[in-house]
């Protein structure tokens, strides 16, 4: 079975650092997309960030230049290093994996959560003002 496991939430001052973990069992991460999405309350799931199988990795505009998305390969977890955070970047973070060659998958397609068969329960990340 493929399973994601996401880790390393909580409280953080406004422009202190997190890393969160998503530890993948069934598959191997090389070989699919993952995804990071966030949920705040009240708020629609949106997608943070994306590392394609191919290497290439996309950042929602929110985002960019702050948190920086990675894998490692003998650890099967692909990681989601925050940086400067904000209080609006307080939500709970999901990963999610798709099996994806097709270079139709672009940016758009990568941070949506229509195009993900596979997610992993959240972890809520909190930013103090």
């Known amino acids: 079975d493929v399973q994601l496991q996401a880790s390393g939430g909580g409280l953080v001052q406004a422009g202190g650092s997190l890393r969160l973990s998503c530890a993948a069992s069934?598959?191997?991460?090389?070989?699919?997309?993952v995804g990071w999405f966030r949920q705040a309350p009240g708020k629609e799931r949106e997608g943070v960030s994306c590392?394609?199988?191919?290497?290439?990795?996309y950042y929602a505009d929110s985002v960019k230049d702050r948190f920086t998305i990675s894998s490692d390969n003998a650890k099967n977890t692909v990681y989601l290093q925050m940086s400067s955070l904000k209080p609006n970047d307080t939500a709970v973070y999901y990963c999610?994996?798709?099996?994806?060659?097709?270079?139709?998958?672009?940016?758009?397609?990568?941070?949506?959560?229509?195009?993900?068969?596979?997610w992993g329960k959240g972890t809520q990340v909190t930013v103090s003002s």
């Open positions: 069934g598959f191997i991460v090389d070989d699919y997309s």
């Open positions: 590392i394609r199988s191919n290497g290439n990795t």
């Open positions: 999610a994996a798709v099996q994806y060659s097709d270079n139709s998958f672009n940016k758009a397609r990568a941070l949506r959560t229509f195009e993900y068969d596979y």
